[in-house]
């Protein structure tokens, strides 16, 4: 009975195990495998580059093991060593080393590393091309005035069952008209007006008397139910009015219960303080986060935007800052979340039109937002637009504005969305194992955009298909990880169209499982042994591989060799014979020149006598099929 020796070579990416106990493991299952043995390829690479050898290729596959496995110091260690030797690397190479230098306290460097980055990547100032960037997104709207604007202020529009809610300083009762201090513009009160199958609107009319004081009310949002509402008010409740250190009555957000079809229990939100405004209330899809403007004392410019978890009690937990990719010196006001995780919300510090413009950016799943859009002409003027609406799934909405030719100082506007701003597509593949090209379920994939921000993460279903929604023209990182596999990083650009981009992604396990018969080179990834053309002396590339080879054959005494040198057909039949002969010859004289026993090699050249594909002599082929034909093998011929 003929009897079966294994090899498992440990490659990139490596997971801690007890190889005393998968040895018992193993021989205990199945008493064909013996005299296991269990080499760490990781540690291979490193006594490779420890005896001198530099290469950019091993220096990135150590340094990215130790990366994705999340010892940054490690693979600070390994990237700089790359980067001491080749500067020219693809650009996520300088993001991961920016990462990993943070880890050892070398910021200074980080930063450098960051922003060599954000250079190679094409990050420039946002405000560079903005005007190019509006133009391309103008167009997309049918604008009409809402037909129930006033001649006084008329602005934010909210959707309530099949009723707008918007603030209007048309009428404020009895006394008339009065105006705020700092503004020297009317109080404002919410009215509603009933929103018809063809999109028009009927009179408006009061809202509701119980939410209704003698300062401003605006901005209303309201739970999908419509048992709960969050709207803007001044600093009053209960006939009390509340002041800043310097006198002012500033914004606050209440918050108040639909009980028997009216509005009571108006309560002020805990984080609103008598010392900055706090307003324009907006709720995510799911309803667990309200964001709103405000101008505390962490914000970057004169108002920003935040977000608060409402917790499942109805409490609150603590205000965050959007950040600087919303976030301006300016002001962001009165956000809008849709139903797509998308933010829109209206600024004077991005760039724009003049006064207030709007914006959208996507909300990724780690809730951070990139990709700030200006949402281009038609709903964007010379003066300010703000307020916007939008239902995502008619494309119809609402927007306010006090530019030329409005009834008012403000006025509400109606749209049609024509064009979507985004171009989508679909990114869609397999995963699958390299080797056995079998389909692997259940693999984590993370799409990542060029910033290396976290956009989305999936898993691969039971086939191991995976889809995700893109945008168009843009790059993606696409991250697959799976336990006993390498994890591996692709980069993909997407076309600038509508439609579906393939990209599958095939995965290196761990551990490479060999047997007699079997080619140690193919567990490190080595295809050919390079000489010097028409020579065979060996150059330092073939030296970087046989040392990983001689390694293994010191860590395994009882492993031997068969070295197979093999040439294209370009050239004699003869001639290539005597080449590759050679070539093995020379292959198999390093290693014993480097301490291996020559009884444990052989070696033969097999010239063009076993070629893998079609490309023999008389045959036109590609200089990429003529070099899968040259090829060096490590045949195992014993353990």
């Known amino acids: 009975m003929k009897k079966y020796f294994t090899l498992y070579i440990a490659l990139l990416n490596l997971f801690t195990f007890n190889s005393y106990s998968q040895q018992s493991q193993l021989k205990s299952a199945d008493k064909k495998y013996t005299n296991l043995a269990y080499i760490d390829a990781i540690k291979t690479y490193e006594r490779v580059a420890q005896k001198g050898y530099q290469s950019a290729d091993m220096y990135k596959k150590i340094g990215n093991s130790y990366y994705f496995n999340g010892e940054l110091e490690s693979a600070a260690k390994w990237y700089t060593e790359l980067f001491a030797i080749n500067t020219d690397v693809e650009p996520e190479y300088y993001f991961r080393y920016s990462q990993s230098l943070q880890s050892i306290g070398e910021n200074q460097k980080a930063n450098e590393m960051q922003q060599l980055f954000r250079q190679k990547i094409g990050i420039t100032d946002k405000s560079m091309n903005?005007?190019?960037?509006?133009?391309?997104?103008?167009?997309?709207?049918?604008?009409?005035?809402?037909?129930?604007?006033?001649?006084?202020?008329?602005?934010?529009?909210?959707?309530?069952?099949?009723?707008?809610?918007f603030a209007t300083a048309r009428d404020t009762g009895s006394l008339s008209h009065r105006t705020h201090s700092w503004n020297n513009q009317y109080f404002t009160n919410l009215y509603t007006s009933e929103l018809s199958e063809d999109g028009t609107l009927n009179t408006p009319k009061p809202f509701d008397e119980a939410v209704k004081s003698r300062f401003h009310e605006a901005t209303p949002v309201f739970t999908k139910d419509g048992k709960t509402m969050y709207f803007s008010r001044n600093n009053f409740l209960k006939g009390k009015k509340g002041k800043s250190q310097d006198k002012t009555t500033l914004l606050k957000i209440y918050r108040a219960y639909a009980v028997d079809g009216l509005w009571t229990n108006v309560t002020e939100l805990p984080f609103n303080s008598d010392q900055f405004s706090t307003a324009h209330p907006a709720l995510s899809p799911d309803e667990k986060t309200l964001y709103f403007a405000s101008n505390r004392p962490d914000s970057f410019g004169e108002s920003d935007i935040y977000k608060v978890q409402i917790n499942e009690d109805g409490s609150f937990g603590i205000p965050v800052n959007l950040g600087n990719s919303i976030n301006t010196i300016g002001r962001e006001s009165f956000p809008l979340i849709t139903e797509e995780n998308e933010i829109y919300f209206a600024s004077d510090g991005q760039p724009g039109l003049g006064g207030f413009d709007v914006f959208v950016s996507?909300?990724?799943?780690?809730?951070?937002c990139t990709d700030v859009q200006n949402v281009g002409e038609s709903v964007n003027s010379a003066k300010d637009d703000f307020a916007y609406f939008i239902d995502t799934k008619t494309r119809r909405g609402f927007f306010s504005s006090n530019r030329s030719g409005g009834q008012g100082s403000d006025d509400i506007y109606q749209f049609l969305e024509t064009k979507r701003l985004r171009c989508e597509?679909?990114?869609?593949?397999?995963?699958?194992?390299?080797?056995?090209?079998?389909?692997?379920?259940?693999?984590?994939?993370?799409?990542?955009?060029?910033?290396?921000?976290?956009?989305?993460?999936?898993?691969?279903?039971?086939?191991?298909?995976?889809?995700?929604?893109?945008?168009?023209?843009?790059?993606?990182?696409v991250r697959a990880e799976k336990p006993e596999y390498n994890t591996k990083e692709q980069k993909i650009s997407i076309s600038k169209l509508d439609g579906r981009t393939y990209l599958p992604i095939a995965l290196e396990k761990t551990k490479c499982k060999v047997t007699i018969g079997d080619d140690l080179g193919k567990c490190f990834g080595i295809k050919n042994i390079y000489f010097d053309f028409d020579k065979y002396n060996i150059r330092i590339e073939a030296a970087i591989d046989l040392e990983k080879i001689l390694i293994v054959l010191t860590d395994n005494p009882s492993m031997k060799l068969d070295i197979r040198s093999h040439t294209d057909s370009r050239g004699t039949f003869k001639y290539n014979e005597v080449l590759s002969g050679n070539r093995a010859k020379a292959t198999i004289q390093w290693l014993i020149k480097n301490g291996v026993n020559p009884n444990r090699l052989t070696a033969?050249?097999?010239?063009?006598?076993?070629?893998?594909?079609?490309?023999?002599?008389?045959?036109?082929?590609?200089?990429?099929e003529h070099q899968l034909n040259r090829r060096s093998e490590f045949i195992i011929t014993a353990l």
């Open 130 to 165: 903005y005007l190019d960037q509006i133009k391309a997104n103008s167009g997309r709207y049918q604008i009409e005035n809402a037909g129930i604007n006033s001649k006084y202020s008329d602005y934010g529009t909210a959707k309530y069952g099949n009723k707008i809610v």
């Open 604 to 624: 033969k050249g097999y010239g063009e006598n076993q070629l893998v594909n079609h490309c023999s002599d008389g045959v036109s082929c590609t200089e990429e």
């Open 425 to 477: 597509q679909e990114l869609y593949g397999e995963i699958t194992d390299e080797n056995s090209k079998e389909m692997l379920p259940n693999t984590t994939i993370s799409l990542y955009n060029k910033q290396f921000d976290l956009l989305n993460t999936i898993v691969s279903d039971s086939k191991g298909n995976y889809s995700l929604q893109v945008d168009c023209g843009q790059d993606y990182y």
């Open 362 to 368: 996507k909300i990724n799943s780690d809730g951070t």
